[in-house]
């Protein structure tokens, strides 16, 4: 089983529609969260971190469900450059290793 | 600041040719790392490092070698060159994961064909 899954998608959504998706990890160790962007051809880049109480960051909304070991994204208000491929990220207490989902890819379409 | 520079941008060999794909950061970070990201399997972690002269093994470490003999510059080193190492390869930095802001900042990455 692989440490971080993700829906690959695509999920394809109308402008304004609100989308949401999850990511499941293993490893009930692992510590911290995150959410980056991926647009086609070019590197990721952090879209936000994942804190446990849930956090937003305008539209973005992420949360974290330990119980069930799963984070979750949702985007509301879609935009047309909200069309990217979205990665999850999960990093292990005292561990220097990163565990990428393989991404969602979400498309807005006008 | 250049943030985290990688070169070159594409890059085709033969199939047993050696190379060193170069990435290099000017944030001072401590962290750095480098990955291969292929369709449908998302980035695996190839080695990273957590300072100078330190280096470990990731996930799929087999046919890459590493140094780190300064904080800036983390060197991958293809040994010879197979056609399962067509790939897109990403370096990254950061300071030390766990810390309390460890963003990963990755550069433009390298798209290698090997023949």
């Known amino acids: 089983r692989k440490e971080v899954e993700q829906d690959p998608g695509p999920f394809n959504v109308p402008e304004g529609a609100t989308v949401a998706f999850n990511c499941t990890y293993s490893?009930?160790?692992?510590?911290?969260f995150f959410w980056y962007r991926q647009d086609c051809r070019k590197e990721p880049k952090l879209l936000m971190s994942?804190?446990?109480s849930g956090n937003e960051d305008g539209r973005f909304t992420a949360q974290l469900n330990r119980a069930s070991q799963y984070i979750s994204l949702l985007i509301r208000d879609s935009k047309l450059s909200d069309s990217a491929t979205y990665l999850c990220?999960?990093?292990?207490?005292?561990?220097?290793?990163?565990?990428f989902g393989a991404g969602t890819t979400v498309t807005v379409r006008a | 600041n250049a943030g985290v520079t990688q070169t070159p941008k594409f890059q085709v060999l033969k199939t047993g040719q050696s190379m060193t794909l170069q990435c290099a950061q000017d944030?001072?970070?401590?962290?750095m790392s480098w990955y291969r990201q292929d369709p449908g399997m998302g980035l695996r972690l190839i080695h990273y490092?957590?300072?100078?002269?330190?280096?470990d093994q990731g996930e799929v470490p087999n046919g890459y070698n590493v140094s780190r003999s300064t904080t800036e510059d983390f060197p991958l080193r293809l040994l010879s060159a197979a056609p399962s190492q067509t790939s897109v390869y990403f370096c990254?930095?950061?300071?030390?994961?766990?810390?309390?802001?460890?963003?990963?900042?990755f550069g433009p990455g390298t798209r290698l064909t090997v023949l």
């Open positions: 944030m001072n970070h401590e962290y």
């Open positions: 490092s957590v300072g100078a002269g330190i280096t």
């Open positions: 994942v804190y446990s």
């Open positions: 990220v999960v990093t292990r207490r005292n561990d220097y290793k990163l565990s």
């Open positions: 990254a930095s950061s300071a030390l994961p766990g810390s309390s802001y460890n963003e990963q900042f």
């Open positions: 490893n009930s160790a692992s510590q911290s």
